[in-house]
């Protein structure tokens, strides 16, 4: 290997680390890992939630990088099930408690997407998606 694949293939692993994703070592000749710009059709710069896995179903896509949303308010909107995060910001989906309050049940990172996120999230009438650092 040459100094500028050996270079290229340590700022990738140290910008996967720095962003918070852990990726095992692979081959030389493995096929590049997917990102979330290649997942879904979710535009730049956007946070997109899905009501079914592999990014289909129902799709709300938001652009905030501050405030929170209740997507079961504005359509018929079922749980989560897959999403992707082409937003610089972190979002949580908040569960409403019983009573007074919310608890963060799901963190979508910033750049992340999941074809299927195993147990669904939200779907609450009053559940909510808080993106950067609000809450509700």
Known sequence: M???????????????AGSGMIMSATPTSAAPAASASAAGDCPNAR????????????????????????PWNTVLF?????????SPVTAKVWKKNSGAGYTAVRTLPAGG?????????GGGQYDKVCLGSAKP
């Not at 896509?61 to 501050?66: L, M, Y």
């Not at 079922?78 to 082409?86: K, P």
């Not at 997407?113 to 999230?121: A, K, L, R, Y």
């Open 113 to 121: 997407f999941s074809s299927d996120i195993g147990t669904p999230v």
């Open 78 to 86: 079922g749980s989560i099930r897959s999403y992707v995060s082409n």
């Open 2 to 16: 040459n100094w500028k694949k050996k270079s290229a293939a340590a700022l990738s692993v140290l910008a996967l």
């Open 47 to 70: 946070l997109c939630i899905y009501d079914d896995t592999d990014f289909n179903g129902d799709r709300i896509t938001s652009a905030s990088t501050n405030a929170c949303f209740t």
